[in-house]
């Protein structure tokens, strides 16, 4: 079965910092290009960060770039997404992207 499994989400004060991670199974997860994407309450998804799947090149959104750093271990099939200096507005269900599939999201929830 081709699936993603989201983890690390949590309530953090604003300013603080999670590390979320994401566990690939069910296809060859070096192949792919991954994305974290997000979306808040009440709004439309948001993207959030990609990696290429080889010699990782990364992008990030403007809101999130300086804050936010992407990674993977393709030895792991797992992707990353460390947030750091984070705001209320970060307060989003954060999800793992690839072209094949989407995992089922995890919440983070920054307090002010």
């Known amino acids: 079965e081709v699936q993603l499994v989201e983890s690390g989400g949590g309530l953090v004060q604003a300013g603080g910092s999670l590390r979320l991670s994401c566990a690939a199974s069910g296809f060859s997860f070096s192949r792919y290009d991954m994305s974290w994407v997000r979306q808040a309450p009440g709004k439309g998804l948001e993207w959030v960060s990609n990696?290429?799947?080889?010699?990782?090149?990364?992008r990030y959104a403007d809101s999130v770039k300086g804050r936010f750093i992407i990674s993977r271990d393709n030895a792991k099939n797992t992707v990353y997404l460390q947030m750091n200096a984070l705001k209320p507005e970060d307060t989003a269900v954060y999800y793992c992207?690839?072209?094949?599939?989407r995992g089922q999201g995890t919440q983070v929830t920054v307090s002010s």
């Open positions: 992207t690839s072209p094949l599939v």
């Open positions: 990696i290429t799947r080889g010699s990782p090149s990364t």
